[in-house]
């Protein structure tokens, strides 16, 4: 059974910066796709980063380019954020996401499996 796992969530104040982390297990996921999607209530998911294979090419949405960093580890099971200059309309539940293939996708139908999502709340 694949789990995915965040951490890292928190409270902090605007300009600050925070480090996501997303740990899969049940399979292995070096050569598949994973990502981080974000959303607020009453707005659908919307996709943030996402990683085609463990060193592999990243993608960004605009709104976080040149501020969040996506990685993996070299065994390819743990996806990671790295949140920087973090502002209020940051603020939401952070979701990991992971796909069966190496392609990045931005729509959350294309993801296979998902986290269950960590709170990030950007405020002064």
């Known amino acids: 059974q694949v789990q995915l796992e965040e951490s890292g969530g928190g409270l902090v104040q605007p300009g600050a910066s925070l480090r996501l982390s997303c740990i899969a297990s049940g399979r292995n996921f070096s050569r598949a796709a994973m990502a981080w999607f974000r959303q607020t209530p009453g707005s659908q998911r919307e996709f943030v980063a996402a990683?085609?294979?463990?060193?592999?090419?990243?993608n960004y949405a605009d709104a976080v380019k040149g501020r969040f960093t996506v990685s993996r580890d070299n065994a390819g099971n743990s996806l990671y954020l790295q949140m920087g200059s973090l502002k209020a309309e940051d603020t939401a539940v952070y979701y990991c996401?992971?796909?069966?293939?190496?392609?990045?996708?931005?729509?959350?139908?294309?993801?296979?499996?998902w986290g269950q999502g960590t709170r990030v709340d950007v405020s002064s």
């Open positions: 996401a992971a796909r069966d293939l190496p392609v990045v996708q931005v729509h959350t139908r294309m993801y296979d499996y």
């Open positions: 990683s085609a294979w463990a060193s592999g090419p990243t």
